[in-house]
């Protein structure tokens, strides 16, 4: 039987390159693919097909920021598929990204300058806004929306012959620094991606530790800075040409300057073909590329608290069921 793989955020970057790489690698997945719109998805399906015109490639519409949306995208591949293989939950949002100048400057002058390239600490903030339910944008679509979407789908994941997979993009700006407990949602702040891609560290650690027994398991990757939708919007697009010519010099000295999105799915298609009991869990798995252009994958370990993992999971689950009772009506 095909492996059935469900890839969000699937229409551009990172997640585009990953559907053509993974049938690269095997032509007989059914791919799902999940954008915002059925416009974007079924462009993105065409656009998958011209290249491999054999390939077994469906779609479904969900807006990870619109709960309602999650709900019935689950309800809808309930219906369609008896099982998943994989999960790679991709999509994300940086909203209004704005760069801190002075402090990129200050890192010229302490010789910090090449870490905070290469992470973004403390040069890159957001402005982030309220859902229609009333959550912070960049929690739900990048953490909340996915998390809500793997309860949905326990029944594809759980108890199968083989191992279900759920794979995070997540990132190398993922710091405990700009994540609180008290602010999960990170309401006060101004660094929502930051905080969103720890929560999702943290959460994937918790997931683990709840579902490996039942044949899921969850791994956290980092792209890498890759040239993307996301990153054109930090400056202005005349700025990044003149940069260019600079960033491919910085990748002989940051190996997670990947750049393009075929090199930042590098860590994604290589846990595809990793048996998930012999992983690290506690490791994110890095798409690196040498200056000469030679893509490998870096394990590195994450630096969370399985104390505030569980307690996070906890805060989740409470909000779940707040969001549960709202949409009662969608549930089966």
Same mark, same amino acid.
């Given at each position: #039987?095909?492996?059935?793989?469900?890839?969000?955020?699937?229409?551009?970057?990172?997640?585009?390159?990953? /559907?053509?790489?993974?049938?690269?690698?095997?032509?007989?997945?059914?791919?799902?693919?999940? /954008?915002?719109?059925?416009?974007?998805?079924?462009?993105?399906?065409?656009?998958?097909?011209?290249?491999?015109?054999?390939?077994?490639?469906?779609?479904?519409?969900?807006?990870?920021?619109?709960?309602?949306?999650?709900?019935?995208?689950?309800?809808?591949?309930?219906?369609?598929?008896?099982?998943?293989?994989?999960?790679?939950?991709?999509?994300?949002? #940086?909203?209004?990204?704005?760069?801190?100048?002075?402090?990129?400057?200050?890192?010229?002058?302490?010789?910090?300058?090449?870490?905070?390239?290469?992470?973004?600490?403390?040069?890159?903030?957001?402005?982030?806004?309220?859902?229609?339910?009333?959550?912070?944008?960049?929690?739900?679509?990048?953490?909340?929306?996915?998390?809500? *979407?793997?309860?949905?789908?326990?029944? *594809?994941? !759980?108890?199968?012959?083989?191992?279900?997979?759920?794979?995070?993009?997540?990132?190398?700006?993922?710091?405990?620094?700009?994540?609180?407990?008290?602010?999960?949602?990170?309401? $006060?702040?101004?660094?929502?991606?930051?905080?969103?891609?720890?929560?999702?560290?943290?959460?994937? =650690? =918790?997931?683990?530790?709840?579902?490996?027994?039942?044949?899921?398991?969850?791994?956290?990757?980092?792209?890498?800075?890759?040239?993307?939708?996301?990153?054109?919007?930090?400056?202005?697009?005349?700025?990044?040409?003149?940069?260019?010519?600079? #960033?491919?010099?910085?990748?002989?000295?940051?190996?997670?300057?990947?750049? %393009?999105?075929?090199?930042?799915?590098?860590?994604?298609?290589?846990?595809?073909?990793? $048996?998930?009991?012999?992983?690290?869990? *506690?490791?994110?798995?890095?798409?690196?590329? %040498?200056?000469?252009?030679? !893509?490998?994958?870096?394990?590195?370990?994450?630096?969370?608290?399985?104390?505030?993992?569980?307690?996070?999971?906890?805060?989740?689950?409470?909000?779940?069921?707040?969001?549960?009772?709202?949409?009662?009506? *969608?549930?089966?």
């Amino acid at each position: #039987m095909e492996r059935v793989v469900l890839v969000t955020g699937a229409n551009s970057g990172v997640g585009l390159a990953l /559907c053509h790489r993974l049938l690269e690698e095997d032509g007989r997945i059914h791919l799902c693919i999940a /954008c915002r719109s059925v416009q974007k998805s079924e462009a993105t399906r065409d656009l998958i097909l011209a290249t491999h015109p054999a390939a077994q490639v469906s779609t479904v519409e969900v807006d990870l920021s619109n709960l309602g949306s999650v709900l019935r995208a689950a309800q809808e591949l309930r219906c369609r598929f008896q099982r998943l293989d994989f999960v790679y939950l991709n999509a994300g949002i #940086m909203p209004n990204p704005q760069v801190n100048f002075k402090a990129l400057w200050q890192g010229l002058l302490t010789g910090k300058v090449l870490h905070m390239l290469t992470t973004a600490e403390g040069m890159m903030t957001q402005t982030d806004r309220l859902t229609g339910d009333g959550l912070q944008e960049v929690f739900t679509t990048n953490l909340f929306g996915h998390f809500i *979407l793997v309860r949905q789908l326990q029944s *594809l994941l !759980c108890g199968n012959e083989k191992p279900s997979r759920l794979i995070w993009t997540s990132s190398s700006n993922a710091r405990e620094s700009a994540f609180s407990l008290s602010d999960y949602q990170h309401a $006060k702040g101004q660094e929502s991606y930051s905080s969103s891609k720890y929560a999702t560290d943290l959460t994937s =650690v =918790v997931l683990n530790r709840k579902y490996n027994n039942q044949g899921l398991y969850s791994s956290v990757v980092c792209p890498g800075l890759v040239m993307t939708n996301m990153t054109y919007r930090i400056l202005p697009f005349f700025l990044w040409k003149l940069l260019m010519p600079i #960033m491919w010099l910085i990748r002989f000295f940051a190996k997670t300057y990947t750049l %393009t999105p075929y090199n930042g799915a590098e860590a994604h298609v290589w846990l595809f073909k990793q $048996k998930p009991e012999y992983l690290d869990l *506690l490791v994110k798995y890095h798409s690196c590329t %040498t200056g000469l252009g030679r !893509c490998y994958v870096e394990p590195r370990k994450m630096d969370v608290d399985e104390d505030t993992a569980e307690k996070l999971y906890q805060k989740l689950l409470e909000l779940e069921k707040q969001i549960l009772e709202r949409y009662s009506d *969608l549930l089966d």
